[in-house]
């Protein structure tokens, strides 16, 4: 609140009623972030703490064929022991007694395996006269400017 006196604008508290600039917050505590994380990290260091968990009752029994694959077959010790000594080969395949099918009913001259292939005979080639003239229409190489030191 003001009062209705001329006064020259300044930072005192002349033209209030009050005698000191009131805080918001009166006795407000400063936090430091740093000094609670170190106090937090302490009070956890100070809880007890305990190994890995461990079943000491586990919810399911171990009853065959509750696991994902097939549980694997009992065997005796001497059974164990000659299937292990046995030599195992992978199964082949049993040889048919007839040809796979083949059609024969594409055309040859669209399906051939070289698709460049050409019936008619070439003329016969004169290298001689085609060096020549590779040779006259070469012109020599001429450098423009001298090599740089």
């Given amino acids: 609140m003001m009062t209705n006196c001329t006064k020259s604008k300044n930072a005192t508290q ?3 009623f009050d005698t000191s600039y ?3 917050f009166e006795g ?4 430091d972030p740093i000094r609670l994380r170190r106090l937090h990290r302490l009070e956890q260091n100070k ?3 305990e190994g890995k968990f461990t079943f000491s009752n586990p919810p399911k029994k ?3 064929n ?3 694959g097939k549980t694997p077959p ?3 010790d001497e059974e164990y022991e000659e299937l292990k000594n046995e030599k195992h080969s992978p199964k082949r395949p049993e040889p048919r007694p007839f040809e796979p099918y083949r059609a024969g009913l594409y055309q040859q001259e669209y399906f051939d395996p070289n698709p460049y292939r050409n019936d008619e005979e ?4 004169d290298d001689k006269e085609e060096k020549e003239e590779d040779e006259e229409k070469k012109p020599t190489f001429l450098p423009t400017n001298p090599a740089k030191k």
């Fill in 14 to 16: 002349d033209g209030y």
């Fill in 22 to 24: 009131p805080r918001v």
């Fill in 28 to 31: 407000e505590a400063y936090m």
């Fill in 47 to 49: 809880k007890i703490r």
């Fill in 62 to 64: 171990p009853y065959p």
């Fill in 66 to 68: 509750v696991t994902i």
């Fill in 74 to 76: 009992y065997f005796l």
């Fill in 122 to 125: 070439l003329p016969p080639q």
